[in-house]
Every structure is written in structure tokens, then in C-alpha cells.
């Protein structure tokens, strides 16, 4: 079933120890779609500016992602973002954030993209995730993402936002921000309580959390000796679970355990490169072959102790 | 096969947001025996002042653990811990510390504790280890703990002891301060190389890691609403680990792997009340229970995706 993303497509200037890029294809709705673009056929909502490029163009087409619906503002500049990574990867470091044709952003949904049975509000402003969440009333799952700014300016509609969705897909802090409580598994379930199917949360090298109603669970980051560049994992991540849910008929919690999977393992991918470069490469013997590892690295034996019969 | 364990018994005061002690039962080698001797029999190796009593004595008789090489210093004190957390029950904040007998632990080991085909040498000073190891030339399974205080004042010798065992056992940080190396996965390498069959690294909140020559395996803690007491959670870790391990007749990547998930079975009872109080109390049923719980939280069928048939 095909799925629709609403967010930033954009440009990012990026430090980290291992290099830098100057102008590189970047934004959420861009690492969600290349990433979901592997299981689904996916509907991308943005906005860019005359400055983007057919190599830019190249990329989403490769990947078969549907473009009609990024508006082109021909003299407007595209959303543009400068960071820099010391070792410690965790933490971003903002140095320039140019909002250009991104301020103005108002979604507009063809009917194509409000057919989408799966939908994901990447991270924009809770008024405008709300609006697209109404577009698309027949959505069977629809998820979204935040972040610690609108966290702290505007809470209330952040959470009358969250109400209208069946999973959020967020990081540890924004979790802790959100409820003001500092136990990630009651913070989860204060997040529950506002009627949500699923909670995720991704907690970077130590691997993302899975709440639902009547289960827990948790899958461990892909052990990488080098990460690379971690922006847009996050986005890689929620591609490669909503994607891997959208190909298949029914969300179950079977299905959602495998997408918190397919999500970590597209995540790890994603930080092995600069940008889109690794996720735009991959290929599904690569995808499934991680996969495997990500089952023989947590696989253990269920047998339960018994002393009688040991010693 | 029996297993014996060289540390510090201690009393411990304690305060945590939830509640205070002002003189428990405590030590590496009292949380790690306790914690073994639900898979096998334990020796303890350790010191004791004057001070401690019938109540304390018990716990030990209780679990049948061999407390032969605890020597007493009749007009001597136990080794005094005293200690605090906040809400981020990750960093105990010192707030006395009193070696008192422990200052002159000249470990000494029976024919008993020397027939072992386990030993853990818990975190004691490096060349006390050293010794210890050498008094039992035919363990079949030695591991070592450490402390950040060691790596920085007497580093080589920490090097020296880790190169005469085959497994340790300590936390993240340590890893990293031992190797100089940010990321783990090439830290444990490191610390591979010195000779080791199993690095075992804990990250608390966030679960353990195994790393061996050829594999990797993640647990993930078990996701509590309220860490009570962290105290000794470490240790107990390692108890179970160890003590799942003595219980078999072979190391095997299996066994180890199953070993890491009852470490972190008994490390999530240990962290629910003060002290010994909970681990002491645990039955056999509780404790098959709970791994039954680590199975199901990280649990997910191994179907490769395949987008042909799906979609």
C-alpha cells in the first residue's frame, strides 16, 4: 500500500571528523522516502526552490518516488541546514539554519497522495501536521515525528496533534520532554494514554524501543565501528519502518517488530556515508543480509534454567 | 562446578529519591555470590570486621554459599560504603568511603576456592587479582571486573592482570577509558586482542553487549518503571552470568549468550529494592520467568522481506 510523507526536503552543509560536504541532497521527507522506497511506493509532500537541481531530481526518480506533490518556488531558495559533529555523534551541532521557501511551507495533497492508506508527518509544525493529517482521513496508520522546539513552544499542540495519529516516532529526550517524566517506560506509557497504537522510540547507538498496548520491545543499534555522518537516521529509520508496515496488509505486532527492524537496519546504512549517498547505493541482498544480523546478534536459546538437572 | 568469587563484603548507607539505609548489607563479592548461588555453588572470598553479624552471616548461609575464606578481623570494621543518587540513578555520588579491614585484603585461598573451575576476581586492586589468579592455575574460566580508579593510576598493571584471564566484565565507560577509544565496538576489539575468549561491556539502562572473536550479541535491560536501588546491580550481573556459565560443562557461544540474559535477570531484580533485600528473596520460578520476559521483549521472526510478493 502506498505511503505519503509530509516534511523538509533540503540542502545540508555538514562537519563531522571524518569530512565535510559543502551542499548535499538532505531533509526528512528525503532520507523517509529514499529509505521507504525500498518496501512501498512513496508520495514525498515539500516544498524546494528554484536552486534544486536535476541531480537532486535524479534521486527521488531512481528510487521511483512519486515528486508530484514538492511545490517549486522557481525564485525561492530551498531549506538549507550547516551542522557539525565532534566524535561524540549524538550530538549536532547547529551552525546555520535557512528556512528560504520552507517558511511559507503549506502542504498541498493531490489525490494521489490523500489516497495513501500510511501516512508520516515528518517533523514541521504541529498546525501543519494536523492539517495534512485531515487531508488524509481514510489513512489506516498514520505516524509523526516532533521535535524539542515545538516541545518547549508549543507543547499543547504537539500533543492535540498526537491524538490524531496511531504511533509517534520520537528520540529518549523528546520522550522525557513531552511527559516531564524521566523513566523512559512510564514516559512511554503517559505517551499511550493519548490513544496511540504504537510508541517508538529511537535511542541512537543504543537502538530504538517499541511500546504498543499489551507488548515491549527493544532491538540494539547495528554495531558500527565508524559512524560516518548520523544526519537524517532518525528520518532513515521511521522510512524503513512505516515502509516495511505499508507493504504489508495488516499492522500487527509481528509486523511492527520487523519494521523496527527493517528501520534500524536502513538506519545503520545511512550513517555509514555522507547524506542520502549509502541509501541511495543499497541494494535488497544488502538489506536482508543486515537483517540476518540484526537476528543472529540478539538470538538467544530459549531454555529456562534448571539447576537439578545442571551443576 | 563450583565457582569462587574474590571481592569486598561491605555496609553499605545508601539514599536514593525513594528511600534510605543507613547500614546494609553490601560488596561486590556479596552481590555477585548472591547472585551466582542460583546456579551454582558459590565460594567467597573476603574480609570481614568484627562488626559483622549473625544477620549478615545468614544471607550467606542462606544461599549456601562456602564462606570458609572470609576471614574475620575480630577487632577490626567492615569496609564502609556510603553513597547517593538522584533521579539519574546512572552516577552514585560518593559520600564516604571507609576501607577500614579491606585495606590490608590479603586474599587467601583454601583448597577449596582454589579447586574452582570458575573465579571471578572482582574489582579489587590489580595486583591483589594478579595473586588470587595465580592460586588457581586450573580455572577453566577466569573473568575480571575493574574500576576507573585503577585504569588511571596503574593502568599497566590492570593490562598485565586482564592478559592472565579469559573474559571481563565493566561498563562502558571504563572500556572506553581503558582502550582510549570513543566507540565501543573498537574498543572491545582492543581489549579482544589482549587474548580474551568474551568482553562483556554494560551499558545499565541500556542493556549489555558480548562481544567474542566471532560474534556479537546485545541484551537489553529489562525496561523497569522504578530502579529503587542500583547498588551492587553491576556485580549481580556478573553473578548471574558467571553462575550460569558453572552450571554448564562447556563455554559455548550459546551458553554465553543465554549467561547474558540471566545477568541481566538478576541485575533487574537486584535494582528493585534495597540492597541484598531482593535478590535474597528470589525463587526459582521468578527468575525463569523473567527470561522468559528478555525472550519475548526481543523476540522478532526472521522473514527476509521480499517486495514481489508483498506490496
Known amino acids: 500500500m502506498s505511503l505519503t510523507v509530509v516534511g523538509s526536503v533540503a540542502f545540508d552543509a555538514l562537519e563531522t571528523p571524518f569530512g565535510k ?57 530551498t531549506f538549507f541546514w550547516k551542522g557539525r559533529y565532534e566524535y561524540d555523534m549524538n550530538v549536532a551541532h547547529t551552525l546555520d539554519t535557512q528556512l528560504n521557501v520552507f517558511e511559507t511551507f503549506a502542504p498541498k495533497l493531490s489525490e494521489n497522495s490523500k489516497s495513501a492508506k500510511f501516512l508520516f508527518l515528518a517533523n514541521i509544525l504541529p498546525a501543519l501536521q494536523k492539517q495534512v493529517r485531515q487531508q488524509v482521513p481514510d489513512a489506516e496508520f498514520v505516524a509523526l515525528d516532533t521535535m524539542n522546539l515545538w516541545l518547549e513552544i508549543m507543547k499543547d499542540d504537539v500533543i492535540e496533534t498526537i491524538k490524531m495519529v496511531d504511533c509517534i516516532i520520537i528520540n529518549d529526550a523528546e520522550a522525557r520532554q513531552l511527559t516531564e517524566e524521566p523513566n523512559l517506560h512510564k514516559a512511554a506509557k503517559k505517551i499511550m494514554d493519548y490513544g496511540l497504537r504504537a510508541v517508538v522510540i529511537k535511542r541512537g547507538e543504543y537502538g530504538a524501543t517499541l511500546f504498543t498496548k499489551d507488548g515491549y520491545f527493544a532491538v540494539p543499534a547495528y554495531p558500527l565501528e565508524s559512524v560516518f555522518d548520523p544526519t537524517g537516521a532518525g528520518d532513515t529509520f521511521a522510512g524503513g519502518f512505516m515502509g516495511y508496515l505499508a507493504a504489508h496488509k495488516e499492522v500487527t505486532d509481528a509486523t511492527l517488530r520487523r519494521a523496527m527492524v527493517y528501520g534500524s537496519v536502513m538506519a545503520s546504512f545511512n550513517v555509514e556515508k555522507f547524506g542520502t549517498e549509502r541509501v541511495d547505493a543499497l541494494d535488497y541482498p544488502e538489506i536482508n543480509e543486515r537483517f540476518k544480523a540484526f537476528k543472529t546478534m540478539t538470538h538467544f536459546d530459549d531454555i529456562p534454567f534448571e539447576r537439578a538437572t545442571t551443576a
Chains 1, 2 share one sequence.
Open 21 to 77: 560536504r559543502d551542499k548535499i541532497l538532505g531533509g526528512a521527507a528525503t532520507h523517509f522516502g529514499l529509505s521507504a522506497s525500498f518496501f512501498t511506493q512513496v508520495n514525498a509532500v515539500g516544498v524546494v526552490g528554484g536552486d534544486f537541481g536535476d541531480e537532486e531530481w535524479a534521486v527521488f526518480k531512481r528510487h521511483n518516488i512519486n515528486t508530484d506533490d514538492i511545490q517549486i518556488v522557481p525564485d525561492g531558495k
